[in-house]
């Protein structure tokens, strides 16, 4: 009859059932009701599936005071199991928090959180007061929704202008205003001002054949009027050397 009346401390998870997304943390609290009778020692064992869940911290609530020897305080990510163990001074007989685990969802899947068996609950007289209850917790873990992605707006393509040449720069640069009044010369037109001097020498040179008259007639008539000058001046040179 003793036993079974100091055999009634229970510990529970709460919540104890979770759906959430593969990357998302959620947390766990492990709570214990003493039923009335005085705990001084609580050691909670959780064991989880590693592959779906990892132990990202756990926090004591106020009041307990943590013991960190081997054995007694333990996260161990890769075999799934957790190990937390506190004394309250003075006892506590009433409905309390333990702790708070915080857990990361690595990937999709379904699972559970078990309380394990190694569990205690020590009272004065250092009796195992855990009544054996193996709670546990059950989760549901998706893969995160993507976004849709929005459609890609299509690029209207523009015609490339054509590259301005050397001799259209030069060109531009180069051409002189156009006056009031004045027309536009281009450039072939431009071709016979170049070459005037061509022109300028034959005329030169009719202006001495013409004497400066202008007329081609009064230049021959002259030339042969110097031309008989000439003639009898030097027949007359001969003449008075003969004689």
């Known amino acids: 009859m003793a036993c079974s009346v100091l055999a009634a401390t229970t510990i529970s998870f709460s919540p104890t059932n979770i759906s959430i997304e593969e990357g998302e943390n959620f947390n766990l609290i492990v709570s214990l009701n003493p039923q009335g009778v005085k705990n001084y020692t609580i050691k909670a064992e959780v064991n989880y599936p590693a592959d779906l869940v990892e132990v990202k911290s756990f926090?004591?609530?106020?009041?307990?005071?943590?013991?960190?020897?081997?054995?007694?305080?333990?996260?161990?990510?890769?075999?799934?199991?957790?190990?937390?163990?506190a004394g309250y001074p003075g006892g506590l007989p009433t409905t309390a928090t333990f702790g708070t685990i915080s857990f990361s969802a690595k990937k999709a899947g379904s699972g559970t959180i078990s309380l394990g068996s190694n569990s205690l609950a020590l009272g004065a007289d250092n009796q195992n007061l855990f009544d054996g209850g193996l709670t546990q917790l059950t989760f549901n873990i998706t893969a995160p929704t993507t976004p849709p992605i929005p459609p890609s707006i299509p690029t209207i393509p523009t015609?490339?202008?054509?590259?301005?040449?050397?001799?259209?720069?030069?060109?531009?640069?180069?051409?002189?205003?156009?006056?009031?009044?004045?027309?536009?010369?281009?450039?072939?037109?431009?071709?016979p001002a170049e070459t005037a001097e061509g022109p300028s020498f034959l005329a030169a040179i009719g202006n001495v054949i013409t004497f400066g008259t202008g007329n081609a007639f009064i230049g021959?008539?002259?030339?042969?009027?110097?031309?008989?000058i000439l003639f009898f001046i030097v027949r007359g040179i001969r003449l008075r050397k003969s004689k």
Not at 220 to 228: E, G, K
Request: glycine letters at 6%; proline letters at 9%.
């Open 59 to 85: 926090s004591f609530s106020n009041g307990w005071m943590a013991l960190s020897q081997s054995g007694y305080d333990l996260i161990d990510n890769i075999n799934g199991q957790l190990i937390k163990t």
């Open 159 to 191: 015609t490339p202008t054509a590259p301005t040449t050397p001799e259209e720069v030069i060109e531009e640069e180069i051409t002189p205003p156009i006056e009031e009044g004045e027309e536009a010369t281009t450039p072939e037109e431009e071709k």
């Open 220 to 228: 021959v008539i002259v030339s042969i009027i110097a031309l008989l």
